[in-house]
């Protein structure tokens, strides 16, 4: 029994797409939240209405796990991240109590438009089908129930629309409309769910805990019915309009990567003299070309990347040092290689704690946790097999591994005793009161290989051409 | 996850020794499978359903980056039936057997996980005989494990099929219907509107009437004369198993509902219940090999399901009395324990289980206990715990013999 007594309500809000209109939403039915806005520096929030109330800020994707392990009573995030969690876990303590009216567009499964594919039934019918999604069990559900007969899910942190149809056959990706599919290039196949946000509780806290007061303000903006006509005037226009890339396989592939690391690397490619159409920080395209017939490039996410050069996507790939680490760690032999670094975008990888936990160093919390004050340790991190290698070589026991999709500092000190992440100058942690107890590894963005692109005769030419091209970047 | 206690151990053994005893009775050979299976054997069309498929535990490959994935084994058949595709093709007979544990996980996850069982798989042959064979071979272990109060109950998996269609559901529909059936859902199909009255009442006739012979068969032939070509040939095959089970003495009952979980049966689908509990099941499943890439082989087989059977077993009850030897050390000194082993080793090499013990504590599940003291002249007590007589023994020659005499 947890602390029903004391009657302390938690509840774990969104960050992102779904911050404005959640926030909206809790201004109107007044739950005493200052401060919930797209500016916040600060993960929690106190209630000035209601003394008992608290609120976390975090990812999406986190939500329906935090959740349902009941470190949250309640929590709002989009239906897409909640069936994800579900499909997997059916007896998952999570209760939808009810959707909330806002929510843009839904899940779909998706094909290129130049893969000819036109029917979900031509696929269950072939011999192998790669599909690619930020939903990795909602994909395989799907799979599964087309009675695909050999399919193989590639789980990625983003950019699913870049991959079919050379890297993948499909995508289950999230999309605004059928027409914003359409303009990407990729024709929609089927619709998995739409995706409103809904406010979820945990089943215990449900049934334990008074949650009433705070039920209550909701209950003026519960929708009995589930929405269902969001997109769908967007929808029922049958012509499509399917913007067909022009597109053909290309000798060499080159991935570079989106969001953080794209400006400086734009910057580094200018240095080494490559010049790129579409991969400049004022225009956004998922397939730059740099002039050369025989080089495709591709902009996907850098955590992605070793797998997709592992798996022969991509022969060459900018990507970070931590990305490929936690790769190799998982499949130490991977056929992936890091050719140099680029000597930007350096982090350190560090292990934190809270302040409040009196140790200097991980063997002082080694004892600490054999002393069974903190176990199982919680550890959260979005390098989960770092994580992993770094909690087992130091002989930590018990320990539980949280993953999280960035911003580990978030769970400290409720949800999680240590982080294992990224650190540029560790001001952030300091301002979350945390103290950096070890120092795994510093990284910095690199270019990796596949050892299999380095030898092969048809490419090693072009390839060793493009690595040195880079490498003048380095001078 | 499930300990299995010495005690349960004992049980275990004696399933598997029946069973094991039995196939090779009848020609089977014994096979074991990898845990590790790759995921694509079970996901296509005609292997496990959806709904099983979503209770096992699959993760990736060493090579993970290519995508594939592999399952703990979550069925027993099918990777037999890859076994046989792979290494025995060339065969066009194979009789094998397996004991085996399969993987799933239900609900929450805490119960179920390891089940184990007791399966055999005729490949190749002609129709009926096999279908016959693998009940009976089925039913004999049943038999000699001592289980009373079994029955076994019989369905077709393409009467099921054939049933379906009269309902002229879309594809997509049909496919959903057939795994609410295979779930045991069988009110799904009560409930959808059939196209017919004459669909209505032969529904009324199969999941209403539950036949004890062939002959209830012959009377269902009788009264749907309009029945599809492939309900007839399907009603035609179950008609000549069952008259063949008659006239070999076999009782069961005819119960279409009968038939659950897989959908690779094609044919007869059989189980066996002890009270309500299903301890077995089985059928044919002539696509299975064809499906997997295999040459077009029919095939059927059964399983039996251990742990429900170890609860019905009744207690081994020689196990009860009091038995083997106890060699005691009186004291443990290096000179006494080798006097130990050696007086130990003698008695097994004669055939005789011999335990050691160095404690002193007082033993009571023992036939007989040999002290060791050492002590010339005679170094050995010799208790016989069932007369309760005590005797000093000079050598192990002169155990041996009180041993022998009893």
């Known amino acids: 029994m947890k602390d029903y007594q004391a009657g302390y309500i938690k509840i774990a809000l969104p960050k992102g797409r779904f911050l404005s209109p959640t926030a909206n939403l809790l201004a109107e039915i007044d739950l005493g939240f200052e401060g919930y806005s797209d500016k916040t520096k600060q ?65 779909h499964v998706v094909a290129s438009a130049e893969a000819e594919i036109t029917s979900l039934d031509e696929l269950s019918a072939r011999g192998s089908c790669r599909i690619v999604s930020e939903y990795p069990n909602l994909a395989e559900a799907f799979a599964l129930n087309l009675r695909m007969r050999r399919f193989r899910i590639f789980p990625v942190w983003g950019a699913a629309e870049a991959y079919p149809p050379e890297d993948a056959d499909l995508a289950v990706l999230w999309g605004k409309s059928r027409a914003h599919i359409a303009a990407q290039g990729l024709i929609p196949l089927e619709k998995l769910l739409l995706v409103t946000a809904f ?11 008074d949650l009433s007061q705070i039920l209550m303000c909701f209950d003026s903006k519960l929708s009995a019915e589930p929405q269902t006509s969001i997109d769908h005037e967007l929808d029922i226009c049958k012509e499509l309009k399917i913007t067909r890339p022009s597109w053909l396989a290309k000798e060499i592939n080159l991935a570079l990567p989106d969001g953080h690391q794209q400006a400086p690397t ?10 790129l159409q579409g991969y400049s920080e004022e225009v956004v395209s998922r397939r730059p070309s740099a002039g050369l017939d025989w080089l495709g490039i591709k902009v996907i996410r850098p955590q992605d990347m070793p797998l997709q050069v592992a798996n022969g996507n991509f022969d060459l790939a900018i990507t970070g040092e931590d990305w490929l680490r936690e790769h190799l760690y998982r499949f130490p032999s991977s056929p992936v290689k890091k050719l140099f670094a680029l000597g930007f975008g350096t982090v350190k990888i560090v292990a934190a704690v809270s302040q409040e936990i009196p140790v200097a160093d991980i063997d002082e919390l080694r004892s600490l946790v054999q002393s069974s004050k903190f176990a199982p340790l919680k550890v959260a991190s979005e390098y989960i097999n770092i994580a992993d290698k770094y909690l087992r070589d130091n002989h930590i026991n018990p320990y539980k591994l949280i993953p999280t999709w960035g911003a580990s500092e978030a769970f400290l000190p409720e949800d999680a005793d240590m982080l294992i992440d990224n650190v540029q100058t560790g001001k952030t942690l300091k301002q979350h009161k945390l103290r950096i107890i070890n120092v795994l590894f510093q990284s910095s963005a690199c270019l990796i290989a596949n050892k299999n692109s380095l030898s092969n005769s048809d490419k090693k030419e072009k390839v060793k051409f493009l690595t040195q091209k880079l490498r003048a970047g380095l001078l | 996850m499930q300990d299995l206690l010495p005690e349960e151990m004992l049980r275990f053994r004696r399933i598997e020794d029946v069973f094991r005893t039995s196939c090779r009775n009848w020609g089977y050979h014994e096979v074991r499978t990898p845990t590790l299976e790759y995921l694509y054997l079970f996901t296509a069309t005609g292997t496990l359903t959806p709904s099983m498929l979503s209770k096992v535990y699959s993760f ?29 093709g060339g065969q066009e007979l194979a009789r094998l057997f397996y004991v085996t544990n399969i993987f799933a996980f239900k609900g929450t996850g805490k119960v179920n996980r390891e089940r184990w069982q007791c399966g055999a798989e005729f490949f190749g042959g002609a129709k009926l005989a096999p279908d016959v064979e693998i009940i009976l071979l089925a039913e004999e272990v049943i038999r000699r494990l001592g289980i009373s109060n079994v029955g076994l109950k019989l369905s077709h998996a393409g009467l099921v099929k054939a049933l379906l269609k009269e309902f002229k559901l879309s594809p997509a529909e049909e ?8 779930e045991g859902n069988w009110q799904a199909l009560t409930k959808a509107k059939s196209t017919s009255p004459e669909t209505d009442r032969l529904m009324a006739a199969l999941l209403g009437l539950k036949g004890k012979s062939s002959s209830f068969l012959h009377n269902v032939k009788a009264s749907f004369p309009k029945a599809s070509q492939d309900f007839k040939s399907s009603l035609e095959d179950l008609l000549s198993i069952t008259t063949l089970l008659d006239n070999l003495g076999c009782s069961y009952e005819i119960d279409i509902a009968a038939i659950h979980g897989f959908e690779y049966y094609t044919g007869i689908c059989f189980q066996f219940l002890a009270d309500r509990e299903k301890i077995g099941g089985g059928g044919r499943y002539d696509r299975l090999v064809p499906l997997m890439n295999g040459e077009d082989i029919p095939a059927c087989g059964f399983a039996l399901y251990v742990d429900p059977i170890m609860k019905l077993l009744p207690l081994e009850k020689e196990k009860k009395g009091k038995s083997g030897i106890l060699v005691k050390g009186k004291e443990s000194t290096p000179e006494i324990i080798k006097a130990c082993f050696a007086v130990a080793e003698s008695l097994r090499d004669a055939g005789q289980p011999a335990e050691l013990d160095f404690t002193g504590r007082e033993e009571s599940n023992y036939r007989w206990v040999i002290l060791v003291s050492g002590k010339e002249p005679s170094p050995f007590v010799l208790t016989d715990c069932k007369r309760n007589r005590r005797r000093d023994a000079t050598s192990v020659a002169e155990i041996f013999k009180v041993v022998r005499e009893g």
Not at chain 1, 48 to 68: C, G, H, N, T, Y
Not at chain 1, 199 to 209: D, F, G, P, T, Y
Not at chain 1, 266 to 275: D, I, S, Y
Not at chain 2, 175 to 182: F, G, N, S, Y
């Open chain 1, 43 to 107: 993960y929690r929030l106190r209630s000035a209405r209601f003394p008992s109330l608290s609120a976390k800020i975090l990812q999406e994707k986190d939500i329906p796990i935090q959740v349902a392990v009941g470190n949250y009573d309640l929590g709002i995030c989009g239906l897409d991240w909640i069936e994800e969690f579900l499909v997997k876990y059916p007896a998952g303590a999570i209760i939808k109590i009810s959707g909330l009216n806002y929510g843009e567009g839904g899940i």
């Open chain 1, 199 to 209: 406010l979820i509780a945990n089943r215990e806290s449900l049934e334990n805990k």
């Open chain 1, 266 to 275: 734009a910057q580094f490619l200018k240095q080494a003299g490559l010049v």
């Open chain 2, 60 to 88: 990736l490959d060493w090579d993970g980056w290519s995508g594939e994935r592999v399952v703990l084994r979550p069925d027993g058949t099918i990777p037999v039936a890859r076994l046989y595709i792979d290494n025995l």
């Open chain 2, 175 to 182: 496919a959903k219907m057939t795994d609410r059936i295979l």
